[in-house]
């Protein structure tokens, strides 16, 4: 038997929006927003970028300081970066002790393969976040939607000016697609509480038998429970998600979310 609690998920877009898709060649549009049967989309995978990244900062804004880093305590709720590859960027956050390594597997592999280096010679634990939204070979018990709006967009312009005539360079205007502002975009997130045929339960480890050190971070003193995780690390942190999508920096993005359950 599988329990779960769904949230009905609404975000109302309060400037000029826009999450960009292929180009269109049946109208021509060389930077349309992404459709979906024709209603205007906002992916899930947009989606759960913008709530996996206020998870990362939760934990380590909660947990992490420069002096101390996560001291033996916290040291398991600290996140991974989601890829395999680093760059060289992130290989520095990394350093710093902000992210544990490269994204969480199950099972460790400890002789070779392409996670060897971050399992060593001991298995790793997975962290909160990929306890939440999923780590390689290991689904999470948060399932975040793609969200729907009943509308058209708005076709705008923008071009790039010649420094020094002042007026647009040649075959600059290019066309892209807008959602206006007080849009409101809905669909429904499903939350995992209890798998009796898994063996899980949402806010206590897993029964994971293969090489891992499991849900480490819910092994120790800790005050998450079920209650604690669906009220603090769900409805408020997608609630706390306040700007979405591209073209931040011409005025587009800042969104307000409502989350109810149903």
Same mark, same amino acid.
């Given at each position: 038997?599988?329990?779960?609690?769904?949230?009905?998920?609404?975000?109302? !877009?309060?400037?000029?929006?826009?999450?960009?898709?292929?180009? %269109? #060649?049946?109208?021509?549009?060389?930077?349309?927003?992404?459709?979906?049967?024709?209603?205007?989309?906002?992916?899930?995978?947009?989606?759960?970028?913008?709530?996996?990244?206020?998870?990362?900062?939760?934990?380590?804004?909660?947990?992490?300081?420069?002096?101390?880093?996560?001291?033996? %305590?916290?040291?398991?709720?600290?996140?991974?970066?989601?890829? !395999?590859?680093?760059?060289?960027?992130?290989?520095?956050?990394?350093?710093?002790?902000?992210?544990?390594?490269? &994204?969480?597997?199950?099972?460790? %592999?400890? *002789?070779?393969?392409?996670? !060897?280096?971050?399992?060593?010679?001991?298995?790793?634990?997975?962290?909160?976040?990929?306890?939440?939204?999923?780590?390689?070979?290991?689904?999470?018990?948060?399932?975040?939607?793609?969200?729907?709006?009943?509308?058209?967009?708005?076709?705008?312009?923008?071009?790039?000016?010649?420094?020094?005539?002042?007026?647009?360079?040649?075959?600059?205007?290019?066309?892209?697609?807008?959602?206006?502002?007080? !849009?409101?975009?809905?669909?429904?997130? &499903?939350?995992?509480?209890?798998?009796?045929?898994?063996?899980?339960?949402?806010?206590?480890?897993? #029964?994971?038998? %293969?090489? *891992?050190?499991?849900?480490?971070?819910?092994?120790?003193?800790?005050?998450?429970?079920?209650?604690?995780?669906?009220?603090?690390?769900?409805?408020?942190?997608?609630?706390?998600?306040?700007?979405?999508?591209?073209?931040?920096?011409?005025?587009?993005?800042?969104?307000?979310?409502?989350?109810?359950?149903?």
């Amino acid at each position: 038997m599988r329990k779960e609690k769904n949230f009905k998920v609404t975000l109302t !877009t309060l400037e000029p929006f826009r999450i960009g898709g292929k180009q %269109d #060649p049946l109208t021509g549009a060389e930077n349309p927003v992404v459709t979906i049967g024709g209603r205007v989309a906002i992916p899930g995978p947009s989606l759960k970028g913008a709530y996996r990244n206020a998870l990362e900062r939760y934990f380590q804004e909660k947990y992490w300081d420069e002096k101390s880093g996560w001291g033996k %305590d916290n040291l398991e709720c600290q996140p991974c970066v989601p890829g !395999t590859t680093l760059s060289a960027d992130e290989e520095t956050l990394v350093e710093k002790g902000l992210y544990s390594g490269p &994204s969480c597997h199950y099972p460790c %592999d400890l *002789t070779h393969g392409r996670h !060897t280096g971050k399992c060593g010679e001991m298995p790793h634990s997975i962290c909160p976040v990929c306890y939440m939204l999923g780590a390689q070979g290991l689904v999470g018990f948060v399932r975040v939607p793609f969200l729907f709006a009943d509308i058209s967009s708005d076709e705008l312009y923008s071009a790039r000016i010649d420094r020094a005539t002042g007026v647009v360079a040649k075959g600059t205007n290019r066309p892209y697609q807008i959602v206006p502002d007080n !849009t409101n975009f809905e669909g429904v997130l &499903s939350v995992i509480l209890k798998d009796e045929f898994l063996g899980w339960e949402l806010g206590k480890p897993r #029964p994971l038998t %293969d090489q *891992t050190k499991g849900d480490a971070w819910l092994q120790r003193e800790t005050e998450w429970t079920a209650e604690s995780i669906l009220n603090e690390l769900i409805v408020n942190l997608i609630k706390s998600i306040n700007i979405l999508g591209g073209y931040k920096s011409k005025g587009c993005g800042k969104v307000e979310i409502d989350i109810k359950e149903i």
